[in-house]
Nanobody, 129 residues
Framework: QAQLVESGGGSVQAGGSLRLSCTTG????????LGWFRQAPGKEREGVAA???????NYADSVKGRFTVSRDNVDNRLYLQMNSLKPEDTAMYYC???????????????????????WGQGTQVTVSS
């Protein structure tokens, strides 16, 4: 059973920052694409940022320039630094992983298939205006 464990969510005012963290096992960390997705009430789940094992990353247009995804190769940890938060960023955020061969080794968000990914339990981010 793959395990992805998120932490770091919370409530913040617009313009503030939060950092999400996701831990996983060594095998998954080194062989899978890792990413962050979010789902707001009444909306579909959307990709936010993805990270390849070579350190490359890609982002949804809505978060470019504000969010940064990064890896800690010592602790097998994936981070999402979120700056300049907006109320529309309010959502449940999920850490996810998928085999790189399924989506391409560049791990582009648009190539992910939710049914083929592994998911964490989610962490809530709430941004108030």
């Amino acid at each position: 059973q793959a395990q992805l464990v998120e932490s770091g969510g919370g409530s913040v005012q617009a313009g503030g920052s939060l950092r999400l963290s996701c831990t996983t096992g060594t095998y998954m960390y080194t062989t899978h694409c890792l990413g962050w997705f979010r789902q707001a009430p009444g909306k579909e789940r959307e990709g936010v940022a993805a990270s390849a094992s070579d350190g490359s990353s890609n982002y949804a247009d809505s978060v470019k320039g504000r969010f940064t995804v990064s890896r800690d190769n010592v602790d097998n940890r994936l981070y999402l630094q979120m700056n300049s938060l907006k109320p529309e960023d309010t959502a449940m955020y999920y850490c996810a992983a998928t085999e790189a061969w399924r989506v391409g080794y560049d791990c582009l968000l648009g190539s992910w298939r939710p049914e083929q990914a592994y998911w964490g339990q989610g962490t809530q981010v709430t941004v108030s205006s």
